[in-house]
């Protein structure tokens, strides 16, 4: 492997990172489901060039469902989602984003301390780097799953989280399973999109079932 | 010979799946779903007999799953069977319609399936995918009712479950990492058997950042607290055969994952004992538990608690690792299951029969439905540990086994359990004595599985069968 490509791999995982950071302060939903698509891109790129520097091909396939599911069609229905809901005022945050920004940073620090020093004698380089990113990234996205209040940025939250984990799948050299692991995630992804419809549907039009709900109301409490 | 395969534990409840989900007459559905129950208990049995097959890249049948696959399919059985007397109550009610059930019953094989791949699984990412597919049927399940709190709950499981299996995903990976300088790229660095045999080369401190993950993403589907806030809400919400399954089932294979990555971990001699952080998380699940179990009002949402309680007593003594409590831990999953589903049987046709859970409303049971009153009375007397049924003798053994080792630990275990077994006493009275309160429709129950669970968990009190006990304390001894 040359210092190029290990400095490229190293650049695409930072600046999966970096999105993630972007994530954290966005306070409008159509701005966070345009970042996650590029969080999304970002990840695409990152697990194309593992596929090239591997020379594993079937991770062209992750890189393609991260490409086309993540970066399209999940962003493109939460905007549907939000657009037909009307929601798409001002997130309230939990945490001031000054302070989230900050406790963002420490799970940095603590992500490099740990994974650098772990990982010391066992992996290979590019191995070390991702997983000390993925690590980051997981965290962060953990971060923002809890100082968010509305659902769908939380939904965002756990994606980028999800996007951690299928790279440091990827980072992991040769692990099977990969594709299915990242086929798995999509459907869980799409599964939580529908829910959120229902769920949000259910509580703006009091149902999502009008003939079954309204007869059985008023036994059930 | 040749049926006692994996495979077919799996491919029996995978192809009542896709029959159910084109039956569209639900009394056939609910025959066929008890019917491929049975079958599936059956080719567990003789997987139970038979010399174990050799293990493959994908699944593997050792002295330690099989105790767990049996116990899957008996309680699966038996809650297929209930479910059947329990939806027809809930159909005529109006609670449910036809569609939903057809979608029901397919969802209900699809979890055992999950349930019994993640058991029977070889490898460590075959083993995440089924928990995950098991955590994503009961989520679909938990929601099966439509109102508000079924969504709210399910949304909850949904989004807590998702992040503890992503931390679990992520010490997988992490192990994978451990293993593949020793072991080479590919999937033998995936595969327990040859991890197992290996481990003892891997990088400790690898291992030691993975078992956190393991024990923390698993540890929440488990219900561990401070990661169980899902759990009551999931237990209460959906339907009851679903509870039943969830508390005396799920959670079961969730500790099984975190005990096999204990195991790896004790196989390497230089990583941290894991068993401290088991310790401590059980006991503060117990503890906690026990505490909370006075402030319910629900009934169901009780009896979730407690399942907290016990999966905390089950994971201490795991936790602490001799052989003897190693058994203990093994007999109180065993009694935990049979006796928290034999409970939520009950509490099922209760609630049913009573329009409601919650207990203010339920009274006087012993007189109004006297079978399903002294059901109840006898679940919760052997659930809070009392003797001479078969949770005392485990609890008994966990308590006794932590007094030789750490005195301290074992007064704080016996302050929870008595708590506890406070708590659930004072709201036993209320249910089932004094003034009758609630519905008092004649019941249209089957009593025959909560009967036959509470009758297992009398007998084990008394007497356990010589073989049992031998194949307990081996298995025991292999835990480590």
């Known amino acids: 492997m040359t210092s190029l490509d290990f400095d490229i791999s190293h650049l695409l995982a930072g600046s999966l990172v970096l999105v993630s950071f972007m994530l954290l302060y966005q306070d409008r939903l159509y701005a966070l489901l345009n970042l996650y698509a590029l969080h999304a891109l970002t990840l695409a790129l990152a697990v194309a060039w593992q596929a090239r520097i591997q020379h594993a091909p079937h991770l062209y396939v992750t890189a393609a469902i991260a490409l086309g599911f993540k970066a399209i069609v999940i962003p493109g229905a939460l905007r549907r989602i939000v657009a037909r809901l009307g929601i798409h005022r001002e997130i309230e945050t939990a945490v001031g984003i000054g302070l989230t920004m900050l406790a963002g940073m420490a799970l940095v620090a603590l992500s490099m301390v740990v994974m650098l020093r772990v990982t010391s004698g066992a992996a290979g380089a590019v191995a070390r780097e991702d997983l000390a990113l993925a690590l980051a990234v997981v965290l962060l996205g953990l971060l923002m799953m809890v100082t968010r209040r509305n659902a769908v940025s939380q939904v965002v939250g756990f994606m980028s989280l999800e996007n951690g984990l299928v790279l440091a799948a990827t980072g992991a050299k040769g692990m099977p399973l990969v594709v299915e692991i990242s086929v798995a995630f999509s459907v869980l992804i799409a599964l939580i999109v529908v829910g959120i419809f229902l769920f949000r549907i259910r509580e703006r039009f009091d149902t999502v079932d009008i003939a079954a709900l309204d007869q059985f109301r008023g036994e059930r409490r | ?113 999950a349930m019994i791949l993640a058991l029977s699984a070889n490898n460590i990412g075959l083993m995440w995918v089924a928990i995950e597919v098991a955590t994503l049927t009961t ?80 540890g929440t589907k488990v219900g561990l607290a401070p990661l169980h806030a899902w759990l009551p809400d999931a237990h209460a919400e959906g339907p009851t055969p679903i509870s039943a399954v969830l508390s005396g089932l799920l959670l079961n294979v969730a500790l099984y994952a975190v005990l096999r990555f204990k195991m790896l971990m004790a196989a390497n001699a230089g990583t941290v004992a894991p068993g401290p952080l088991m310790v401590t998380l059980g006991l503060v699940s117990l503890v906690f538990a026990a505490v909370m179990l006075y402030r319910r009002r629900d009934i169901k949402r009780m009896f979730a608690y407690s399942s907290i309680e016990h999966m905390g007593i089950i994971t201490f003594a795991f936790g602490m690792g001799s052989p003897l409590a190693n058994f203990a831990g093994l007999l109180h999953m065993t009694m935990h299951s049979l006796t928290k589903s034999g409970i939520f049987f009950a509490v099922g046709h209760i609630a049913q029969v009573k329009g409601t859970q919650r207990m203010s409303e339920i009274g006087g049971l012993t007189e109004t439905h006297p079978w399903l009153g002294w059901s109840l009375v006898l679940g919760v007397v052997a659930i809070a540990g009392l003797p001479p049924l078969g949770i ?89």
């Not at chain 2, 007397?85 to 055992?112: C, D, K, N, V, W």
């Not at chain 2, 508000?148 to 709950?153: N, R, V």
């Not at chain 2, 086994?401 to 008595?418: D, E, H, K, Q, Y």
Request: aromatic share 10%.
């Open chain 2, 392 to 480: 005392f003798m485990s609890e008994f053994l966990v308590v006794s086994s932590t007094f030789a080792r750490a005195p301290l630990l074992a007064v704080i275990l016996v302050a929870g359990l008595l708590l506890a077994l406070g708590a659930l006493l004072l709201r036993l009275n209320g249910l089932a004595f004094g003034e009758p309160r609630g519905g008092m429709a004649p019941v249209k129950a089957s009593h025959v599985p909560m009967l036959a669970h509470l009758a297992l968990v009398f007998a084990a009190g008394l007497y356990l069968p010589p073989p049992l006990v031998a194949w307990f304390q081996h298995v025991a001894s292999l835990l480590g």
């Open chain 2, 139 to 218: 989520v679909m399940m938990v929601g099966l009712y439509r109102t508000h709190e079924a969504l709210e709950a399910a949304w909850k499981y949904f989004i807590l479950g998702s992040v503890g299996i992503g931390l679990a995903l992520f010490g997988t990976i992490l192990v994978y990492v451990a293993a593949e300088p020793v072991i080479g790229e590919g999937i033998d660095a995936m595969d327990w058997t040859v991890l197992i045999g290996r481990a003892a080369a891997f990088d400790p401190a690898l291992l030691n950042v993975a078992f956190v993950f393991l024990l923390l993403g698993y």
């Open chain 2, 1 to 113: 010979m040749t049926l006692a395969t994996p495979a077919l534990v799996l491919l029996i409840p995978l192809s009542a799946a896709v029959l159910l989900a084109f039956l569209s007459n639900h009394r056939v559905g609910a025959l066929v779903n008890a019917v491929a129950s049975f079958l599936t208990l059956l080719a567990a049995v003789s997987l139970l007999i038979a010399p174990h097959p050799a293990a493959d890249h994908y699944l593997m049948i050792d002295d330690l799953n099989v105790v767990f696959i049996a116990l899957n399919c008996l309680v699966g059985f038996t809650s297929s069977v209930f479910s059947a007397s329990y939806i027809a109550h809930e159909l005529e009610t109006g609670r449910l319609t036809p569609a939903y059930l057809r979608f029901y019953h397919a969802m209900y094989q699809i979890l055992m399936f």
